[in-house]
T-cell receptor, first 114, second 111 residues
């Protein structure tokens, strides 16, 4: 079985540009999580979906960030406009039903905003 | 509030044991443990639910004391493959789906 798939793996963009990160969860999983990891702040939960519905987006830093899950097999995290402080590794993870089950992380997208 | 892990870093020789602690200022319902190798994604090790259970995974086990709002990860007879950063993830209330990850513990096992 393929694990969680994220694209792109690396993204370098200039400040002010729009960035879209993509995630395909493991088939059959119905919870999806977006995390951001930096040296300063560690691993932070940004938003999670259950059955394609956003449940809690309180971790989203500001209005420049938005996430969608149009169907069970695809999710996007968009940053518009991007800023240098958004530079981080963004992970997508999925699990079956709820967080009490193990979360499977994707390989991450390393975002650099110059 | 982010759970605090201790120690921040530890260096072991192969075969030695280690304990990593995770403390929360909030009451906990469950605790996840993950290991992340450099440049890779976190990998799930185990979950402990409220009830004080202890679990094991190969030579790695963990305990959860909800009264003390603490969990500990025990690494026995460490192997080179155990090197990485260990994170605890805590959930305060069942069903919130909201995991807050700890500060991390860097573990290095030397031959």
């Amino acid at each position: 079985d393929a694990g969680v798939i994220q694209s792109p793996r690396h993204e370098v963009t200039e400040m002010g540009q729009e960035v879209t990160l993509r995630c395909k969860p493991i088939s059959g999983h119905n919870s999806l999580f977006w995390y951001r990891q930096t040296m300063m702040r560690g691993l932070e939960l940004l938003i999670y979906f259950n059955n394609n519905v956003p449940i809690d987006d309180s971790g989203m830093p500001e209005d420049r960030f938005s996430a969608k899950m149009p169907n069970a097999s695809f999710s996007t995290l968009k940053i518009q406009p991007s800023e240098p402080r958004d530079s981080a590794v963004y992970f997508c993870a999925s699990s079956y039903y709820r967080a009490a089950y193990e979360q499977y992380f994707g390989p991450g997208t390393r975002l650099t905003v110059t | 509030q982010q759970p605090v892990q201790s120690p921040q870093a530890v260096i072991l020789r192969e075969g030695e044991d280690a304990v990593i602690n995770c403390s929360s200022s909030k009451a906990l319902y469950s605790v996840h443990w993950y290991r992340q190798k450099h440049g890779e994604a976190p990998v799930f090790l185990m979950i402990l639910l409220k009830g004080g259970e202890q679990k094991g995974h190969e030579k790695i086990s963990a305990s959860f004391n909800e009264k003390k709002q603490q969990s500990s990860l025990y690494l026995t007879a460490s192997q080179l493959s155990y090197s990485g950063t260990y994170f605890c993830g805590t959930e305060a209330t069942s069903g919130t789906y909201k995991y807050i990850f700890g500060t991390g513990t860097r573990l290095k096992v030397l031959a």
